[in-house]
C-alpha cells in the first residue's frame, strides 16, 4: 500500500511509519520535516500536498496541537490552537483527501482519550477530540468506494511523559510502538468488524486501547467498523491532580 503519514516526524507518527514500512511505501510530510510539506491548517497547503502525492491507499494524521490551561485562563484565541490545527486540520485532509484514496482507502485521525477522560486544563483538548471523533462517526456513513475513516484515541504516550506527563498525573503511559498496532489495524481493516468490542473485554487492550462500540449496521454501505482506540487507563476525576497552565501542548 501507499500510505502517507502526516507528522511522522513526532512520535507517533514515527512509530506508525516504522511499524508500517516493512510491507508498505511510507510517505512522510509535516510542517517542517519529510519528504512532503504541508500545514493542515490551511486549506491550500493541504490540497497542494495531495496534487503532490498523487494517489493512495491510506492517509495517516498523527499532527496537530491543542492548548493547555486553566479554564479561567482559556480565551478564544487560545481555544483556536486546537480547533484550527488538530480539529480542522485533519477535517481539512479528509475534505480534501477523499479523491486522492483509491478504492477500499482508509484515513486514520488522531484524537485522545481526554475526550472520555477529562484532566484539568485539558477543556480545549476534551473538546477538540471529542468532536472530531464525532466528525469521524458521521464522515464513515457518507465516505463513497468503501473509503474508511477511524480515529485512533491514545492515552499519555511514554515518549511524552517527560513533556507532559505533568498534566496525566494517575495515568498509566503506553509505549508508541504499541500504540502504532491500532494505527495499523485501521489500515490494514484485517479485523473489519460489525460491531466493535467494548472496551476491556479483550485482555490485549486493557492497558492500551478501549474499542467503543461504533459498529454501523451491516446493511449499510460503509460496514466496516469505524473504531476509535482508546485509552483504558482509566482515571477517576478525584484521583487527578491540578496542574498549572503551560503554553500549547499535545496530547
Ligand atoms: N504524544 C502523546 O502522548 C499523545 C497522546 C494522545 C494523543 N496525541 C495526539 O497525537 C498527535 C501527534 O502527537 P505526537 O506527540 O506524536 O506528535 P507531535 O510532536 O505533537 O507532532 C508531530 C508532528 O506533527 C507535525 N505538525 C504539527 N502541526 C502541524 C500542522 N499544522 N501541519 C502539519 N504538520 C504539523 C509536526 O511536524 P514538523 O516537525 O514537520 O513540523 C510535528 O513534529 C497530536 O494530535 C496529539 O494531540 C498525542
Redesign the pocket.
Known sequence: MRILI??A?????RAVAEELSTDHQILKA?????DFR????DCDSVSQLFKEVGMLDAIVC?????HFDPLDRMNFDKLQVGLQ??LM?QVNLVLAGQASLNNGGSFTL?S??LSEIPIRDGTSASMVDGALESFVRAAAIELPRGLRINAIS????Q??MEA?GHYFYGYEAVPAKRVALAYARSIEAEHRLDTCIRSGSKPIYQQTFLMRDQGIPSSTKNKDCNSCAHSDAASISSSIRGTTGKPTA??
Open positions: 502526516i507528522g516526524s513526532g512520535p507517533i507518527g509535516g510542517r517542517s520535516h519529510g504541508v500545514d493542515i491548517r498523527a499532527a496537530g496541537h491543542v490545527d488538530k486540520g488522531t485522545g482519550s491514545p492515552t499519555i504516550l515518549e511524552s507532559y499535545t496530547p
